[in-house]
């Protein structure tokens, strides 16, 4: 069964950075496009960066690109969200998700405040 573990969250001024990371188990890692999500209470989750199966194409939501960045390890089943510049509205839990899976890890909040 998929299995996503996100890491990496904080507690980061305005203006910093963060990397996150989605350890993934439970099905063939490399051959499924990953993506990143954020969800804040009281609204719906938010898709923020997709990334394809090989890593060569990448997708952000308006409001972060530029400063996010998406990748992967295929080697190591991970998938990664480097997060520059960021802002106090960036505060939000992240989850990684498996295409075309239902399946949701358990977040990683990442609060953005001086």
């Known amino acids: 069964q998929v299995q996503l573990v996100e890491s990496g969250g904080g507690l980061v001024q305005p203006g910093g950075s963060l990397r996150l990371s989605c350890a993934a188990s439970?099905?063939?890692?490399?051959?499924?496009?990953m993506s990143w999500y954020r969800q804040v209470p009281g609204k719906e989750r938010d898709l923020v960066a997709t990334?394809?199966?090989?890593?060569?194409?990448?997708n952000y939501a308006d409001s972060v690109k530029g400063r996010f960045t998406i990748s992967r390890d295929n080697a190591k089943n991970t998938v990664y969200l480097q997060m520059n510049s960021l802002k106090p509205e960036d505060t939000a839990v992240y989850y990684c998700?498996?295409?075309?899976?239902?399946?949701w890890g358990q977040g990683t909040q990442v609060t953005v405040s001086s």
């Open positions: 998700k498996k295409f075309a899976s239902t399946s």
């Open positions: 990334i394809s199966p090989a890593g060569a194409s990448t």
């Open positions: 439970g099905f063939t890692f490399s051959a499924y496009r």
